[in-house]
């Protein structure tokens, strides 16, 4: 069955110090993964996506994220955290399309970032 | 584009109303979905549509939920009764193939 396990619930993390959020799935096929962000009392946005081109993803406000099928993991990061990227983080694995499509949403990391 | 629109953005309510919340999904796209979101149970997808046709609503809760999408530009999440343990926000995404579009979120407090 596919799942998506985001390993972490909750990450703090210093200003200027690097981001890492972790997100392993599993996928009967090949999955489409994408990385959500919502901030505090916002409805939710697109990060970035990785639909089997590129396997390092590059994403809005300096994100990224590296498919790696062997580990089964696409986990996002970025180098230097800034204060405005306080917010819970949500990893989406997707799989067929149309009628058959399946959508699998992690639990979601909250990033703290301190000052 | 103006983005997903729902309404209305706020709704306060009595246990055993009838609540309808709205959405409008972007031009073009054709596949929409509901989701709720509460402190304890995160984000939950409740039911979506392809090409105005229910897929997959095993997300629905129980009889109380009913949801249709009677043309491309116009959804309904509709609870009767309403009970306290549906307050949540209640988010409408619509998406053209892969990425969902999200809008601002319905918040829906029953008391």
């Known amino acids: 069955a596919q799942s998506v396990t985001q390993l972490d619930s909750h990450v703090s993390v210093s200003e200027g110090t690097p981001v890492l959020l972790r997100c392993n799935y599993s996928?009967?096929?090949?999955?489409?993964l994408f990385w959500y962000v919502q901030h505090p009392n916002k409805g939710l946005q697109l990060l970035l996506k990785y639909t089997s081109a590129a396997t390092l993803v590059k994403g809005i406000n300096g994100f990224e994220a590296e498919f790696k099928k062997s580990e089964t993991s696409f986990h996002l990061t970025k180098p230097s955290a800034h204060m405005s990227d306080a917010a819970e983080y949500f990893c989406v694995v997707s799989e067929g399309a149309g009628n058959n499509r399946k959508l699998i949403w992690g639990l979601g990391t909250s990033l703290a970032v301190n000052p | 584009d103006a983005g997903v629109i729902q309404s209305p953005r706020h709704e306060v309510t009595e246990m055993g109303q009838e609540v309808t919340l709205r959405c409008k999904p972007i031009?073009?796209?054709?596949?929409l979905f509901w989701y709720r979101q509460t402190m304890m149970r995160g984000l939950e997808l409740l039911i979506y549509f392809n090409n105005n046709v229910p897929i997959d609503d095993s997300g629905m809760p129980e009889d109380r939920f009913s949801a249709k999408m009677p043309n491309a530009s116009f959804s309904t999440l509709k609870i009767q009764p309403s009970e306290p343990r549906d307050s949540a926000v209640y988010f409408c995404?619509?998406?053209?193939?892969?990425?969902?579009?999200f809008g601002p979120g319905t918040r829906l407090t029953v008391l």
């Open positions: 996928s009967s096929y090949s999955p489409s």
């Open positions: 995404a619509s998406s053209p193939l892969m990425e969902q579009f």
């Open positions: 031009s073009g796209h054709n596949s």
